[in-house]
């Protein structure tokens, strides 16, 4: 089983900056992918930002540049810099670890979720 523990969240005033940070625990040796999705009340997680290695990554639209994220796989940590906050992107942010099959790995599929940590946006 693998545990994932975020950090960072905070309350920032727009324009302003936050970094978030995760650190994976236990059987991590077939994640594949990290990334961070964000949720406000009766709404569905939404994508922020995945990576493999921390080369191939993909950010969802809403990030536009303002949202970089970073994986030290060594370190198991994924990073979440975010830039030029606005009130519409406070929300719980959660990060998330894919397990996929590999060459040392059984062949299944499986998402991890940490706690969450909040980011509230300040206008």
């Known amino acids: 089983q693998v545990r994932l523990v975020e950090s960072g969240g905070d309350l920032v005033q727009a324009g302003g900056s936050l970094r978030l940070s995760c650190v994976a625990s236990?059987?991590?040796?077939?994640?594949?992918?990290m990334g961070w999705y964000r949720q406000t009340p009766g709404r569905e997680r939404d994508l922020v930002a995945h990576t493999t290695n921390g080369e191939n990554t993909y950010y969802g639209d809403f990030v536009k540049g303002r949202f970089t994220i970073s994986r030290d796989i060594a370190k198991n940590m994924v990073y979440l810099q975010m830039d030029s906050l606005q009130p519409e992107d406070t929300a719980v942010y959660y990060c998330?670890?894919?397990?996929?099959?590999?060459?040392?790995?059984?062949?299944?599929?499986?998402?991890?979720w940490g706690q969450g940590t909040q980011v509230t946006v300040s206008s």
């Open positions: 236990g059987d991590t040796g077939c994640i594949a992918a």
């Open positions: 998330n670890a894919r397990r996929t099959a590999s060459p040392h790995c059984s062949g299944y599929v499986d998402d991890y």
